[in-house]
Nanobody, 126 residues
Framework: HVQLVESGGGSVQAGGSLRLSCEVSGITEGTNCIGWFRQAPGKEREGVAAIMILGATTYYADSVKGRFSISQDNAKDMVYLQVNSLKAEDTAMYYC????????????????????WGQGTQVTVS
């Protein structure tokens, strides 16, 4: 049973940085892609970035390209999201999620494709 636990959120000033961590336990061959999503109050949950477990292909939302970086440490069962140059509009609850299928450029941010979700970690930018 795959479980995901996020950590690393916090309150930072605009321009600051954080490293969000997603501990992934119970990974099986059926989990091929890990994604980071975020949800601000009153808004839909949106995809931020994703990474293929094998091959490490990455995907990013246009709004975070050049500022956010997703990476993995398979030995530690960890996926990270380095968030730099934070803006007020980055304020949201950030979730990591796992999916059995591969991520592709046209569907990596499709919430329905993910079947395991963490509880989230709050990022607040002032």
């Amino acid at each position: 049973h795959v479980q995901l636990v996020e950590s690393g959120g916090g309150s930072v000033q605009a321009g600051g940085s954080l490293r969000l961590s997603c501990e992934v336990s119970g990974i099986t061959e059926g989990t091929n892609c890990i994604g980071w999503f975020r949800q601000a109050p009153g808004k839909e949950r949106e995809g931020v970035a994703a990474i293929m477990i094998l091959g490490a292909t990455t995907y990013y939302a246009d709004s975070v390209k050049g500022r956010f970086s997703i990476s993995q440490d398979n030995a530690k069962d960890m996926v990270y999201l380095q968030v730099n140059s934070l803006k007020a509009e980055d304020t949201a609850m950030y979730y990591c999620a796992g999916r059995p299928g591969s991520c592709w450029s046209y569907n990596w941010d499709s919430r329905d494709e993910y079947n395991r979700w963490g509880q989230g970690t709050q990022v607040t930018v002032s």
